[in-house]
């Protein structure tokens, strides 16, 4: 995949180049000659540990940063102990940021214990100048603070931290273009995410992200397609298309292209035999689109579809763009073109201002279109969006109650989905061996469902035909038959 001589055959004796991704070779082949020699001192291997806390999007930059320490030559570790610590940071709900704020507070004292360490925060909370604040009083043991527009940095960071042995912070309020040609490391061996577009410029009302992701920047088609063909003569069959609205992919390209239209040059991949993508906004969602879909060996009968919520009322205050309407007829839509399509979403419980009529509304579409499966969250206040200053904010226990009331719904429907499915016979991809019980082997139907069957490691990335033979409410038993 990437070629290492690129770093390796990078002139080191001078100042570094201005331009990128020439700079980071630069830096990366000055970190690997210093690792080398702090593995001579300490008459070991470097640890590494990575905690990547936030969405697909956060998971595809900890496998670029992972790859960048990984060449510098550190090892997986435990995080206590580890030389390296990096915290990819999540911040789209406040129990996100109250999680790294309790890591810190235990790692001040390993740090103590262990002084070689450092500790590295990255991801989309640094990218709040109050969360930054906070850190540089209250834990000032942390070595590098990074933001989400500058991840491909990471090896001059921490050149710059160790020549200085200060805190290094560098956060850039916006992205300076798209830097390609740098190494990633991949989870797995037959699956990959592939980044499509960067930054959201939705700004629904309650959501942080365009605010720490930055506007809305599409790659080139040519790198997509490209960074696929390697993937695919690589061994991956499946790849998932990410950005935080796919359906808008193409708009600010020099020369426009839709997001059906990557997905038919995506289709043509020879040797690719999944496509998936995340996530769909509803307001976006074209009639090509679903054309595509439908007209496609290759894209996943499975379809994210965030509601966030049921009431046209709430839908206009959190600046969704659509209505109840909109979207049960865009369901309509769909299905009528793919009857096998699996939905499922993301719905927010307790925004400002939502009455029991408005979450009448919210079920009333879930029973509706029945989706497969929801992710639910209660609603968070997040500093900084226009929802954290609306006046009603809905008292706790009338939101846990209306959460509870949603969770046995979403349940029941999703129940007697997976019910009507046993007996079927279905394409699975086999992924992993079953962390508790290594007799079973784990993998995903085209509906993005997950079933075990008795099988072994060797069947792992390959796609074999299941029998389903018992649902176990979210989840499947199955027999392979093929
Ligand atoms: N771009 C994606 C979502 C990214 S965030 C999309 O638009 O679908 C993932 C989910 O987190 C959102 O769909 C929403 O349901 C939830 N979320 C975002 N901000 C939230 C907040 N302030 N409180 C609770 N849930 C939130
Ligand atoms: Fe947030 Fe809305 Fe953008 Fe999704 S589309 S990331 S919910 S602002
Ligand atoms: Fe979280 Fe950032 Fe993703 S806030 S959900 S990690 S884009």
């Not at 029945?370 to 954290?388: H, L, Q």
């Amino acid at each position: 995949m990437f070629d290492y001589n690129l770093i390796e055959n990078t002139d080191i004796s001078g100042e570094a180049p201005e331009c990128e991704p020439a700079r980071q070779y630069y830096f990366m082949k000055k970190c690997r000659l210093w690792a080398q020699e702090e593995e001579k001192r300490m008459g070991r291997k470097l640890t590494l540990s990575m905690q990547t806390m936030g969405c697909q999007m956060n998971a595809r930059d900890s496998e670029k940063l992972e790859a960048i320490l990984t060449y510098i030559g550190y090892e997986t570790g435990e995080e206590t102990v580890a030389d390296f610590v990096l915290y990819n940071t999540c911040t789209v709900r406040e129990n996100a940021n109250l999680k790294v704020y309790g890591r810190l507070g235990y790692m001040k004292n390993q740090k103590r214990k262990n002084p070689q360490m450092k500790i590295a925060m990255c991801g989309c909370m640094m990218q709040e100048p109050t969360v930054v604040e906070k850190i540089k009083k209250s834990y000032s043991f942390v070595d590098m603070i990074f933001g989400t527009h500058n991840v491909y940095k990471l090896a001059e960071i921490l050149y710059t931290q160790i020549e200085s042995e200060r805190m290094v912070i560098d956060i850039w309020q916006e992205a300076k273009g798209v830097v390609e040609d740098l190494p990633s490391v991949r989870k797995y061996s037959f699956k990959a995410g592939v980044n499509i577009m960067y930054g959201c410029n939705n700004f629904c009302s309650y959501c942080i992200v365009p605010y720490v992701r930055g506007r809305e920047r599409s790659r080139e088609p040519e790198e997509i397609l490209r960074e696929i063909r390697n993937l695919v003569a690589d061994g991956v069959i499946e790849i998932m298309l990410l950005g935080q609205n796919v359906n808008s992919y193409g708009k600010t390209l020099e020369q426009p292209m839709t997001f059906a239209e990557l997905l038919r040059e995506v289709e043509k991949i020879e040797g690719l035999e999944r496509i998936r993508f995340m996530t769909s906004h509803p307001k976006d969602l074209s009639d090509e689109l679903i054309q595509a879909m439908s007209e496609s060996k290759k894209v996943c009968t499975h379809l994210h579809l965030p509601l966030q919520s049921g009431s046209t009322d709430i839908l206009q205050k959190m600046n969704r763009r659509y209505t109840k309407e909109d979207y049960l007829g865009l369901v309509d839509r769909i299905k009528e073109k793919m009857p096998n399509i699996s939905l499922t979403t993301d719905l927010i419980v307790g925004f400002p201002g939502e009455t029991e009529e408005d979450f009448l509304e919210t079920l009333d579409v879930v029973k509706k279109v029945r989706y497969e499966s929801v992710y639910s969250f209660i609603y968070s206040k997040r500093t900084g969006t226009p929802a954290a200053a609306m006046e009603n904010q809905v008292p706790e226990d009338v939101v846990k109650d209306r959460f509870n009331r949603l969770l046995q719904t979403i349940q029941s429907i999703s129940h007697e989905i997976t019910d009507s499915k046993v007996g079927e016979v279905v394409d699975v991809l086999m992924e992993e061996v079953n962390d508790h019980d290594e007799s079973l082997i784990t993998g995903r139907l085209s509906s993005n469902a997950v079933v075990h069957c008795k099988g072994d490691e060797n069947l792992i990335g390959k796609i074999c035909q299941v029998k389903l033979t018992e649902s176990k409410g979210f989840y499947f038993m199955g027999e392979i038959v093929q």
